[in-house]
DNA sequence: ACGGGATGGTACCGGTCGGTATCGCTATCT
DNA sequence: AGATAGCGATACCGACCGGTACCATCCCGT
C-alpha cells in the first residue's frame, strides 16, 4: 500500500539530548501528530529517540499508556494557552472573549493537522477506550469555560454564544485537513467576530485593526 | 495493544446476497466508516463479504483503490441530500437555507461517528494520497453550494454565512466523537438558525415549531 | 454439451505490529 | 572499589499487514 516511513527517512530526525525517557515521549507525541496514533510504531517511536523498543518499555507499560500520556499533555497545553487569556485581558471578559478567538485563529493557522485531541478521538476507533474518556473531559472542559466567559462578557444567548463559537473553532481546526487551508478555516476570525457581535458583545477599539486586508 | 476484532466477532456480519463485488464494496464501506480506514484489513474485508481476499483483489486493484471509491461514494451519497434539499423548497432560497440546516442536524444526529470524509482526511496522513484530493473536491463543492444559497437568500453578508454555516456544520460532526453526543453539537439547530437569522434571513414560520422544547 | 471465465479456498511472500527475553555495557552512588 | 540500576542492542514471539500464486469448482453463454 504505502511505506510512510523507510529506514533513513529524512523526515525523522534522532534525537540524544536530554534523559531517555523525555526523548522517548517527546518523539511519541511530535509523530503521533504527524503520522496519527495508528501510523506509528513503537519502534518508530524508539528509534526516533535515539534508543530502543525495550528501553521504552521500560518506561512505559503499553503504547496506549504512551497515547494517554499524549493526550494529558495535549490537553495541558490547551489549558495553558486558556491562562495566556485570562491573564491577557484581566477584567475585561468581552476583551477576552474577542482575545480567545484571535488566539485560537492564530493558533490554528500554524498547525495544519488540526486538534490532536479530536484527531485521535477519531482515530481510537475501539470503543470503550481509555484515551476517550481523556479527551471527552478536556473538551467538555473547554466547552465550559467558553460558557463562562460568555456569561461574563454579558452576551445576550451566552450558552447558545459559546457552542457556536466551539462548533466554528472546532470545525476550522478539523477543515484544514479536508478542505485545506485557505477554504472556511481561513474565516475563523471574521466570522467568530460576527457571531459574538450579534451576540451584543462589542468589540473593543484596540482589536479593530487587525483583521487583515 | 488492543483485538478490535476477533474471529467470531459478533459484530462483523456475513453477506452473501448480491455479486460478490457489491458485497465487498458495502463491507468495506460499513467497516471503514465503524473501525476506520487504518483499522480495518483487506482480509477482514474480504471475510465479512463471505468471500476471500482473492475474490477482492479480482475487483479492486488495491486497497487504496478501495478507499478512493469509498470516498466518491461517500461524496455522492452528500450529494444526493443537496439535491433532495434543493427539490424540497423551489424558488424559496430561505427555506432551502433553514432546511438544509436542519437536514444536516437529524443527518447528523443519526449517525455517531461524524464525517467519513473528514475523518479520512485525518486518517490518510501519507502526504499526497490521491483520497485527500477526493475529499478536498467535495469540500470544497459543499461550501461552494452553501455560498450560492446564502446568496441567493439575500444574506448581508453571504460569503462569510456561508463559512459560518460550513465551520459550524464540520465542528458539530467532528465533536460528536470527541466530546459526545450531548455536547455542543446537539445544538447545531439553534446555532445556525441564530447566526442565518443574525444575517437578515428571516425564519419561515413554517419551521417555526420544529425546535424541540 | 461444452468451454471459459469468474469464483472460493488455501497457502504463501516479505514486512510490520505490540510486546518480551536476554545479553553485555556503563554510569552512578555508597 | 564494588554493587546496582539503567542502558543499547539483538533476537525472538504470535499475529496481522497488503498483495500474490495456484488450483479446483461452478455457473453461464454459446
Known amino acids: 500500500m504505502n511505506k510512510e516511513k523507510s529506514s533513513s527517512d529524512p523526515e525523522v530526525q534522532v534525537s540524544r539530548a536530554g534523559k531517555p525517557r523525555d526523548r522517548i515521549f517527546d518523539c511519541a507525541q511530535d509523530l503521533f501528530h504527524r503520522r496519527g496514533i495508528r501510523g506509528v510504531g513503537v519502534e518508530a517511536i524508539a528509534e526516533a529517540a535515539g534508543t530502543s523498543k525495550m528501553a521504552l518499555y521500560r518506561h512505559f507499560d503499553s503504547k496506549d499508556e504512551l497515547i494517554i500520556e499524549y493526550l494529558n499533555y495535549k490537553g495541558r497545553k490547551s489549558d495553558e494557552i486558556w491562562a495566556e487569556i485570562e491573564a491577557q485581558n484581566p477584567g475585561d471578559p468581552g476583551g477576552q472573549l474577542y482575545g480567545f478567538v484571535d488566539k485560537a485563529a492564530t493558533f490554528i493557522a500554524g498547525d495544519e493537522r488540526g486538534c490532536d485531541l479530536a484527531n485521535a478521538a477519531i482515530e481510537l476507533t475501539e470503543q470503550g477506550h481509555p484515551g476517550l474518556r481523556v479527551i471527552e473531559e478536556f473538551k467538555m472542559?473547554?466547552?465550559?469555560?467558553?460558557?463562562?466567559?460568555?456569561?461574563?462578557?454579558?452576551?445576550?444567548?451566552?450558552?447558545?454564544?459559546?457552542?457556536?463559537?466551539?462548533?466554528?473553532?472546532?470545525?476550522?481546526?478539523?477543515?484544514?485537513?479536508?478542505?485545506?487551508?485557505?477554504?472556511?478555516?481561513?474565516?475563523?476570525?471574521?466570522?467568530?467576530?460576527?457571531?459574538?457581535?450579534?451576540?451584543?458583545?462589542?468589540?473593543?477599539?484596540?482589536?479593530?485593526?487587525?483583521?487583515?486586508?
Chains 1, 2 share one sequence.
Open 141 to 213: 472542559r473547554q466547552r465550559e469555560r467558553l460558557t463562562n466567559l460568555c456569561h461574563a462578557a454579558g452576551a445576550s444567548q451566552p450558552d447558545l454564544l459559546a457552542d457556536t463559537l466551539f462548533l466554528l473553532i472546532e470545525g476550522a481546526r478539523v477543515s484544514r485537513r479536508s478542505v485545506g487551508t485557505n477554504g472556511p478555516s481561513a474565516n475563523l476570525v471574521r466570522t467568530s467576530r460576527g457571531v459574538i457581535a450579534s451576540f451584543g458583545v462589542p468589540l473593543p477599539e484596540a482589536l479593530d485593526a487587525v483583521l487583515e486586508h
